[in-house]
């Protein structure tokens, strides 16, 4: 069984008009697809293609006006708040702006155990240990717990945000375009630290990105948006790159100067 699947989605967003009746226009059109256990998902697609919107409905956060969203098989819009709190737990986020993402008047401690305090009520000894742990795990040090996010570099504080985000121990994380505000070394070194999580704890991901470089280092299925809808979506990477679809022809373009393995692929 697929851990997320994605049938038929279409959704807009009403635009508002004093003098007609609100209309909506679609921003995604009968979008489907799927992750498996422990699989990258890249989603691919210029500026205002859907990216973010089927984003937010994949996470709970904005209902779609048609098709389906099963999660571990759990119909996500049909289940009841109950339901719904459990699959938030398995279903984390991590956004593009590392730092308002964060309260500025929590530090990393506060932050981190803030999802730990929702849901697993540990001892203020335990859940310490918990987060010191943590930030073991994405490569900062435990004394870091004190620190508030102003004393933290961005590349420091997106580690945080990640921290934060596998504190439950989910199956999936949705990274909204989580490297892209980042200097090419952190960005390295934070989708290094990606991979490594993936690989360790069997984490799925969905990879929302403008960069087909950062997409295909951590991706193992890419798929492409246009205007709302999905126009490619292929299980393979290196299969990906060898198709003739033009969006897929453009992204690959883009990389060739400084990625002389893919001149071969066109
Ligand atoms: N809350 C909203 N209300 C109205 N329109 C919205 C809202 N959020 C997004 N849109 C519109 O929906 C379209 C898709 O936006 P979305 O953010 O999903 O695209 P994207 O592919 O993630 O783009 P980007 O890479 O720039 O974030 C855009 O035209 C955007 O203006």
Known sequence: MSLLRVSH???GYAASSLFRKAKRSIVLSDISLSIEPGQCLGLLGASGAGKSTLGKVILGLERPQKGQILFQGVDLYASNAYDRKKLRRDLQVVFQDCYSSVNPKMNAEQIIGEPLMNYEKLSAQAQTRRVE??????????????KYPHQFSGGQLQRINIARAIALKPKMIVLDEAVSSLDMVTQS????????????????????SHDIKAAYHISDALAVMDHGELVVH???KEQFIGLQHLSVQKLVQSMLPEHPRFRSGV
């Open 9 to 11: 989605v279409t959704h």
């Open 133 to 146: 742990e943590l930030l073991e795990i994405v490569g900062l040090h435990p004394d870091d717990r004190k």
């Open 189 to 208: 070194a934070i989708l290094k630290l990606l991979l490594d999580l993936k690989a360790n704890f069997g984490l799925s991901y969905l990879f929302i």
């Open 234 to 236: 292929s299980e393979n």
